[in-house]
Every structure is written in C-alpha cells, then in structure tokens.
C-alpha cells in the first residue's frame, strides 16, 4: 500500500526550479524583484499536479499493456505502477520545465537580458 502513494512524494521534489540568471547591470534590483515576482505568478498557471495525473494515467496504461502481454495479471500490475511512477514523475518534470520558460520569456519581455 505504501508503494502506491510513493510517487507523491516524488511529485513535488520536481518542483526544485531554479531562478534564472539575469544580467544585472544597470537594472534597478527592486524592479527586478517586483517583475520576477509578477512573472512567478504568472508560471504558477502551470498545473504540475494535472500533468503529473495525466503522464501517470498513460505510464500505468502503457506499462499495464506491456506487463500484461509478457506476462500475467500481476506482471501487468506491476508494469502499470512502474509505469504510473515514471509517467508521473516525467509530467512532473515537463509541468516544471515549462514553468523556467514562462519565467524566462516573461523576464525577456520586459526587457531583461536572462542568461540562463
């Protein structure tokens, strides 16, 4: 039972995003905070919990088919968690990826030069 809910605790540690680097020269650090602020909110939009769901509903089909088909009922079980886990974890990771580029793109917009 406890394996079953393991990747929710996996979930959130895909959250880990980094700020990023943005050439401060000649930029008011204050404003800098207040846009990063704004742009922060903006990349909150991006659901993590629903892509992890949907990755992890395909990983658990996918890996119940493959499971099923090279072996028997607790074959496919198995594959259908493994392949929830993973399906998961990769929703996760994209929903987080996505949410640096709102950033990033958010910052550009305002003028700001990001380096990375």
């Known amino acids: 039972m406890r394996r079953r809910y393991l ?22 650090p204050a404003r800098l ?16 919990p629903a892509e992890a769901a949907k990755h992890g509903g395909i990983g658990a089909a996918v890996g119940g088919a493959i499971g099923a088909i090279i072996g028997d009922s607790g074959t496919a079980g198995k594959g259908a968690g493994i ?13 987080e990826q996505r949410k640096e580029r709102v950033v990033r793109n958010c910052l550009k917009g305002r003028g700001y030069k990001v380096l990375g």
């Open 7 to 28: 990747w929710l605790l996996l979930v959130p540690l895909a959250g880990c995003a980094n700020d990023p680097i943005v050439d401060i020269r000649g930029v008011d």
């Open 83 to 95: 392949g929830a886990v993973s399906g998961a974890t990769k929703g996760a990771g994209r929903a």
């Open 33 to 48: 905070d207040q846009d990063l602020a704004e742009c922060r909110a903006y990349a909150a939009q991006v659901n993590t």
